[in-house]
């Protein structure tokens, strides 16, 4: 005979509210990191072509990322997610189809700095080609802005990924997910159980709280003129 405890009680399903804190977590992380990636791709693949080559290039992705840059981010994930449908993997792909402009418009005017430089003038006397030019010797010397952007971009991806679960169009059940389970009970906010809805929000703050520090320190440490 034994008794079986709750550390943090239980929803009003009776599933163990620590249990499914823990999931959303885990939720939670792989939507920011897969959405950073995918916005990673795009945009350093696109601002390093539209800085490099110019020309009509540029002003195509440039127009691109201004279209995209001007219609609000939650409405575009939105409209994505509807076109993509419902479900877990069509939220990552969403909210990384979104943030790649920002990415891309910092490795553009990066680039741009960097296509005339000395270095940059021998690989192409040497007779490398320009994607050899672009993918090793441009882009890493462009990531410091870009990994300080995805710290950002990773706790913007939390909140946008709460927000959609929060909508019923995020995480779909019996996936566990911090927005979701605001949803389930913030009807219970003015009474004693205000908790299985304050838990998971607390958990929200305190992770997007997390990746923006980090963020901070990171373009801190990049900074060389604060280092000086």
Same mark, same amino acid.
């Given at each position: 005979?034994?008794?079986?405890? +709750? ?5 009003? +399903? ?49 127009? =691109? ?37 920002? *990415?891309?418009?910092?490795? /553009?005017?990066?680039? =741009? ?10 690989? /192409? ?10 993918? /090793? ?9 870009? *990994? ?5 971009? +990773? ?63 990171? /373009?801190?440490? +990049? ?6």
């Amino acid at each position: 005979m034994f008794t079986r405890r +709750f550390a943090l009680g239980t929803d009003k +399903f009776g599933r163990d509210m620590l249990s499914r804190l823990m999931a959303g977590t885990i939720v939670s992380l792989s939507v920011g990191l897969i959405s950073v990636l995918i916005s990673l791709v795009l945009g350093v693949s696109l601002g390093a072509v539209a800085g490099y080559f110019g020309g009509w290039l540029d002003d195509v992705i440039t127009w =691109l990322i201004n279209v995209v840059w001007s219609i609000p981010t939650l409405l575009l994930v939105i409209a994505i997610t509807f076109a993509l449908g419902k479900g877990f993997v069509q939220v990552f792909v969403a909210v990384g189809l979104t943030m790649w402009v920002e *990415v891309a418009r910092v490795v /553009r005017g990066q680039v =741009l700095s960097l296509r005339n430089l000395e270095y940059i003038d021998a690989a /192409r006397a040497l007779g490398f080609s320009s994607g050899r030019i672009i993918y /090793r010797h441009v882009i890493p010397n462009v990531m410091g802005p870009v *990994v300080v952007i995805s710290a950002a971009n +990773f706790a913007s991806a939390i909140l946008l990924e709460a927000g959609l679960s929060f909508l019923g169009i995020g995480a779909q059940i019996p996936m566990a997910s911090w927005g979701q389970m605001i949803k389930e009970h913030y009807p219970y906010i003015t009474t004693s159980m205000a908790y299985l809805a304050v838990l998971p929000g607390l958990c929200i703050v305190g992770l997007v709280l997390a990746f923006m520090l980090v963020g901070n320190g990171l /373009r801190d440490s +990049f900074d060389t003129r604060s280092a000086g």
